[in-house]
């Protein structure tokens, strides 16, 4: 499950966008959190990868997010560096989910740019948690949400998007804003195929 709401690293939502990307050819979806630029680059980078399969796909995900964000080398440093001061530009969640035909499951796994080293690494979840906000984990456990719990229907899914929505989440910056809105979009992936559909809109592409 994913939102579509785009905004400025101090909390003005400016648009809305999809983020996540279908790569049929390897049975599998990319999503990111983070810089906005990243997602459609790297996107083009793997659409373009000549893949075989999600094994494939894990396989080249480091290089060609490597590759994505030299393209920060084409722009001057002083406008990189203006930019980098209010937003970390190379720091990312990256999943990619899919199909493996060889274990014959469905399975997640994560990167985290931000990590000393960059590694692949299984995720239970098919949502990127916020990393350090006890506010949502407070709202979570006084809902009676149980983190265990692996389920990954729509309508679970969801209301951890609702919840999401109406607390501010913590950036690396030090801005404090509800990071969630546009539209809830969930994604399934099974043996069978990729289906995606838009659950919930909110008006006005507003993050809260």
Known sequence: MTDGAVFLPEGEVIGSMQKVYILAQADAVLAIRGPTYLGPTL???????????????????????????SALDSFSPEVVAEANARLDLRRADIVVAGWSRARRRGEIHKLDTSATEWR???????????GENPAL??????????????????QRLL?????????????????????????????????????????????GALAA
């Open 43 to 69: 996107y083009g980078a793997l659409n373009g990868a000549d893949l075989s399969g999600f094994d494939d796909l894990r396989s080249k995900l480091i290089p060609a997010v490597l590759h994505s964000m």
């Open 120 to 130: 692949l690494e299984p995720q239970g979840d098919g949502f990127i948690m916020p």
């Open 137 to 154: 984990m407070e709202r979570l456990q006084a809902h009676g949400w149980n983190l265990s719990d692996e389920r990954q229907d729509e």
């Open 159 to 203: 209301e951890l998007v609702h919840h999401q929505r109406a607390v501010d989440d913590f950036l690396p910056n030090g801005a404090r804003f509800p990071t969630a809105g546009a539209f809830a979009q969930h994604t399934v992936i099974s043996a069978q195929g990729i289906s995606t559909h838009i659950v919930e809109r909110w008006p």
